[in-house]
């Protein structure tokens, strides 16, 4: 066995006519075949290799159909087939365990086709031997085919009619049994080999196999196995070692016939193939959704530019044919008014003002503070004349398209010549026509120069009036409020007394009020307040008796109302113990004092220790008229009203607290003031020592100086109201008392407790601290809760 070739200790092991171990044990472990033995295999045109080791000889073949290689394993347990993946392409792989001879026959007579399991199987899937047979039988198991269930029967049935080919009856219980475990193309390729012994009943078993399997996979089976056996004829020489009495295939034959009908393989996929292959899935699916997600937003994106460049003048621009308001209906702005009935007479009759050459001004700018009626009277002028009014707010203009503001503009005039005579009204100007800067973005520059040409492209009388309104005329660019354009300006300030008196005659037409309401006193306790502050305060007034169930509307309201506007809402839910409550009230009380007892004070108007805002009191004062002017004694005396609060603690508790923070922040600041701005000073004189900016433009000797005039006044001041309420700390007391029984003190009763006189309202027996009533509210709540209720 020694001196024997390789090829021929492989034949011989493939034959089965020596041993396989004995044939390996001559051979080297890691001994290759030589390419000459495998070429006289039948692969000359290829160039595999075999290897051997101490369990099994390696036939490696390159495959001819798919990029990894084949490797066949055959040795003592058969014939088995690996297909591994490369590095690039990541192929599936399998291991199937072919039995010699009668089930590779079997198995090339099935045809099996290449196919992906529904569910991915495990790595590795083999077709393991359910029965062994003899060494010495050149058969093999065939009860592992299709199915890897063990069957000891069909294993022993097999080895029966293995060792005994000439009896037919060991055939027939074969066959039968193989027919019984649905295996007819078995029965058909044992059947059509020429050593097996043929009877009547194998006939019928081999007849029924045929019209089981169909005649055309049998007559595929036959032509597999002829030409097996006649590849296997022409390239392995029968060997005089061999069986004279076994026909049937070996091995050699096999794997001879491989190069024409290979066997396909069902192939598994790798777990990381797999996965590879569902991440692949998911970011295409994810790709394709973003795809999707991208043209979808760009369509509607573009759709709604579609939607914006194509939309009617009409949705965009108000215009009202003949608008309702009239100069009868604007009140305490009557200089504004005189000024605009020029324009009102230049639309009813143009002529009248050309005949001497003049021209009537293109534009009129409204400025002066919110609320004052500035679009209340470009209405009015529409009205007047009976001509159709345009109006747009100037933040309607820009929109997130450039381009946008500019053909809004042009769209606003040429929509206006259509209507002419007309008025072109533009409210909140600033917001269009700010300066333009060389920072400034050129797209936002886009509405002012279109509405500059435009301005300048009226035709002479041609019958459209411009009018703007804001609150801030400082921030407008020069060009826009330059003659030509804007050729009268119109301030509209805050109503006077007499104005407030109109107005709000003017709104309580419509509300029903009682015989108690005085517009004066109203008025009077009302300065600063515009229009619109004076339209509100009505409304809030109306509410109020509505919530009350008041029949009418009494000065009560109106005078909560107000105090509601002016102090803030009252915190009627703010729990204050008596101590703080009466902290509250000494402070207030030496406010109160100090504004009745020093000269050239505000009038005292009302005072309070309700909570509101965030202050826990306060002390109001009110001008009996307009106040246009500040006197240095009247900046002295409300900076003693300010500090009046802190010499009240400190006399009365002789302790130093924070609610005076905002006094001394108001005092500090009117100090400021009559130093820097007014010049009050004895000692630096009437200088001014600030810019608009609230820069300081001066050395720091003279910022000592300043700083050192305004501790000088405040202490100064505070020192007066100290001396005040020395005088007088049993009113001081008094005062205090009264506001802890009634919380709120009107200027008349004050000035009674300061006399030593007794109030003539009757106290509020029935009123609760907020403490007392909320102790209240939950032990009814409580009662609530034990007869059935809920607590909340």
């Known amino acids: 066995m020694r001196g024997q070739s390789t090829a ?40 595999p290799a075999i290897r051997t080791t101490q369990k099994r000889c390696t036939l490696v073949v390159p495959s001819l159909t798919h990029p990894p290689k084949t490797v066949a394993y055959f040795g003592c347990n058969g014939l088995a087939c690996r297909a591994y993946s490369n590095a690039r392409v990541r192929m599936p792989s399998i291991q ?55 069957n000891p029967l069909l294993a022993r049935l097999e080895a029966l009619a293995n060792e005994n080919p000439h009896n037919p009856a060991h055939q027939a219980r074969l066959y039968k049994e193989l027919l019984k475990r649905n295996y007819p193309e078995l029965v058909i390729s044992r059947f059509r080999q020429s050593d097996i012994a043929v009877d009547e009943e194998c006939e019928r078993f081999y007849q029924h196999a045929i019209d089981k399997l169909g005649q055309q996979e049998a007559d595929h089976a036959e032509e597999m196995s002829e030409s097996m056996t006649s590849t296997a004829s022409a390239s392995f020489p029968s060997d005089s070692t061999r069986s004279a009495r076994s026909t049937t295939p070996s091995v050699q034959e096999i794997i001879a016939g491989f190069s024409r009908h290979p066997i396909p393989i069902k192939v598994l996929e790798s777990n990381w193939g797999r996965r590879f292959r569902y991440f692949k899935y998911i970011v295409g699916i994810g790709v394709s959704s973003l795809i999707c997600f991208t043209v979808m937003t760009a369509f509607i994106e573009g759709a709604s530019i579609l939607r914006v460049l194509q939309m009617d003048n009409e949705n965009n621009i108000g215009m009202t044919e003949a608008s309702p308001a009239r100069f009868s209906d604007v009140h305490g702005i009557d200089e504004a008014k005189e000024e605009l009935e020029e324009v009102v007479a230049f639309l009813k009759d143009p002529a009248k003002f050309t005949n001497l050459g003049g021209k009537m001004p293109k534009g009129v700018l409204l400025t002066g503070p919110p609320g ?11 009205g007047e004349a009976g001509v159709p009014f345009f109006f747009m707010s100037g933040s309607e203009f820009d929109e997130v398209f450039v381009g946008v503001g500019a053909k809004r503009v ?47 492209g009226f035709e002479k009388n041609s019958g459209i009036v411009f009018i703007a309104a804001t609150n801030f005329p400082e921030l ?15 301030v509209v300030p805050l109503p006077d007394v007499r104005g407030r008196i109109q107005i709000l005659e003017h709104y309580m037409k419509d509300i029903k009020f ?48 107000k105090d509601k506007i002016m102090m803030g809402s009252e915190r009627k839910s703010m729990i204050i113990s008596e101590k703080e409550k009466w902290k509250t009230a000494i402070h207030e009380a030496g406010h109160a004092v100090v504004s009745k007892l020093v000269p050239d004070a505000m009038p005292l108007h009302k005072v309070t220790i309700i909570p509101r805002g965030n202050a826990l009191g306060l002390t109001h004062s009110l001008p009996d008229e307009d ?79 300043i700083d050192e005039e305004i501790r000088t006044i405040l202490v100064e001041q505070y020192g007066i109201a100290k001396t005040l309420l020395q005088a007088n700390q049993s009113a001081l007391r008094r005062v205090a008392k009264a506001l802890m029984v009634y919380e709120t003190l009107e200027a008349e009763e004050v000035g009674m407790l300061i006399d030593g006189k007794a109030m003539t309202r009757t106290p509020p027996s029935s009123r609760m601290t907020s403490r007392e009533e909320l102790d209240r509210k939950i032990e009814e709540k409580k009662l609530g809760a034990k007869a059935g209720g809920r607590l909340w």
């Open 8 to 47: 021929t200790l492989l034949q011989q092991v493939i034959a089965g006519t020596i041993n396989s171990r004995n044939a390996l044990s001559s051979v080297a472990p890691t001994r290759s075949f030589t390419l000459a033995a495998v070429r006289q295999m039948g692969y000359a045109s290829t160039a």
């Open 96 to 150: 199937a365990t072919l039995p010699h001879p009668l089930v590779y026959s079997s198995i090339s007579s099935l045809g099996i086709a290449t196919r992906h399991p529904r569910y991915p199987p495990s790595r590795l899937l083999s077709f393991p031997s359910t029965g062994r047979s003899s060494r010495s039988s050149p058969f093999r198991s065939v009860s592992t085919v299709r199915r890897p269930v063990p």
């Open 514 to 561: 009682g015989k108690d309401v005085n517009t004066t006193i109203l008025a009077r306790g009302t300065a600063g307040f515009s229009g619109a502050d004076l339209a509100n305060l009505v409304n809030q007034a109306a509410i109020r008796g509505s919530w009350l169930g008041s029949r009418a509307v009494s000065m009560q309201h109106l005078e909560w109302a």
């Open 476 to 490: 407008l660019d020069p060009a826009l409020v330059r003659p030509g354009r804007f050729d009268k300006q119109v």
């Open 372 to 382: 004052t009626g500035k679009t209340l009277l470009a209405r009015a002028v529409a």
């Open 627 to 705: 106040h246009l002017n500040e006197t240095k004694h009247s900046a002295f005396a409300q900076i003693a009203v300010a500090m009046g609060g802190r010499v009240a603690e400190e006399l009365e508790f002789d302790e130093l607290s924070s609610g005076a923070a905002s006094d001394f922040s108001q005092a500090t600041r009117i100090a400021r003031a009559m130093v820097c701005d007014w010049g009050m000073s004895a000692t630096l004189g009437p200088v001014h020592f600030r810019t608009k900016r609230q820069e300081m433009q001066h050395s720091e000797k003279v910022a000592e100086q």
């Open 410 to 456: 042009r769209e606003l005039f040429a929509l206006a010549k259509t209507k002419s005579p007309a008025i072109v009204f533009i409210d909140e100007l600033d917001a269009v026509g700010h300066k333009r800067g060389a920072h400034a973005n050129s797209w936002s520059n886009q509405t002012l120069n279109q509405l500059l040409v435009d301005l300048d």
